[in-house]
């Protein structure tokens, strides 16, 4: 990806064909059972795999993240028809899927949101609204969280829609700062039409699915700002090493090389709190949550300021696009808002301890 990743960004190309060549590596639905077409991998597994790709593309990678967690999704809390009717082609990247939860009026009080599905014999009829959708347009399947029953989180279902849906339409591509290799578009529900056969789990379970698809998408957005920090990293020792000021290469000023220390040592820590996160989930401990959530908050913080840092230490050359470390300034800044904003983060933590 990384010889590709200027272009994408420059051209608002989403890399349909590269993500296909990745999941013919399995990296369509990572942590997806095995009977399904998954690879059926940890949660570690999936962190050192999102690291490693995002040093090429952040953005591509972060998309692809999301996919894996609806696929994941699906073959939880599906049935079986479900999971061989939708598992399949997603993990074949054949198909490609999207994840709408947030709304215009509900982004981090997600259990306020309005979309409806009104139960009309064996169908629900979908009305309402998506927005920042990652993929919005583009993709093939929408794992929709909508209000089937009262107010708050108990009265959220979700349905999964595909393409094509008499209703379904999408607002205008967005322009973004970053992530310019996936589109982002408002999705759109006007009497959409939706089997129940669609619907996972029981009706009133679908934030209790929303949230537990995103404690995985934090791990894995989190490891996707390790890639970019890890690349922007190399990219800074470098440039110290060539280029020249006062006479001699930067690399010899004392400052900076303690500056690249610490950048280095933060990328550590940051990498091993992802990890210890990635296993608690996979081993289905009780502070899962509250460490994905730290892990979150912690590793997009630092990796930010680590790609950030990076970018001071190219000076001008830094501001220029020509230069790749500017990208993943750009692509990794939102990491610190999906998935649940930082600040959301500090809520889930505080609330955890002073319950505790």
């Known amino acids: 990806m990384a010889p590709h ?20 590596l399995g990296f369509g639905g990572i942590y997806v059972k095995p009977d399904v077409g998954g690879s059926g991998l940890s949660r ?37 028809e479900q999971r061989r009717r939708f598992c399949p082609s997603l993990c074949s990247m054949e198909k490609f899927a999207s994840y709408c939860l947030t709304e215009p009026g509900s982004g ?19 009305n309402g609204s998506k927005a920042f959708i990652s993929g919005g347009g583009d993709t093939d399947v929408y794992v929709v969280m909508c209000r089937t029953g009262g107010p708050g989180p108990k009265g959220i279902s979700c349905l999964v829609l595909e393409k094509g849906t008499p209703g379904l339409s ?8 970053g992530w310019n290799s996936q589109p982002t578009r408002a999705v759109i529900f006007e009497d959409c039409v939706v089997p129940v056969g669609n619907r996972l789990g029981a009706e009133g379970q679908g934030f209790s699915i929303a ?18 920090a890890h690349a922007s ?9 060539v280029r020249k000021q006062f006479g001699e290469p930067l690399a010899n000023n004392q400052y900076l090389q303690f500056r690249l220390a610490e950048m280095a040592t933060r990328l550590v820590a940051a990498r091993l709190m992802v990890r210890n996160a990635a296993r608690a989930l ?36 830094g501001y220029l696009k020509d230069y790749a470390v ?25 609330r955890n301890l002073l319950q505790g």
């Open 170 to 177: 999408f607002g205008k591509k967005e322009k973004k700062v």
């Open 108 to 126: 981090s009080d997600a259990a306020s949101l309005l979309t409806t599905a009104q139960r009309k014999g064996d169908t629900y009829v979908l």
């Open 211 to 228: 949230m537990k698809g995103l404690n995985g998408g934090r791990i894995n957005i989190a490891s996707c700002s390790l890639g970019a």
């Open 44 to 80: 570690l597994d999936t962190s050192i795999i999102f690291e490693a790709l995002s040093t090429g593309c952040t953005s591509t990678t972060a998309y692809m993240s999301i996919h894996n967690m609806c696929v994941w999704m699906i073959d939880t809390f599906g049935n079986e």
């Open 5 to 24: 990743m200027a272009e994408w960004d420059e051209k608002e190309i989403f890399p349909v064909e590269t993500m296909r060549k990745a999941a013919q």
């Open 282 to 317: 996979q081993e289905g401990r009780e502070d899962a949550a509250v460490l994905c959530s730290m892990a979150k908050l912690f590793a997009t913080d630092e990796c930010f300021a680590i790609c950030n840092q990076a970018l001071q230490m190219h000076g001008g050359y």
């Open 233 to 241: 990293v190399l990219l800074a020792q470098e440039h110290l090493t």
């Open 326 to 350: 500017q990208q993943f300034v750009r692509d990794i800044r939102v990491h610190q808002i999906l998935e649940g904003t930082n600040e959301v983060m500090r809520m889930i933590v505080a």
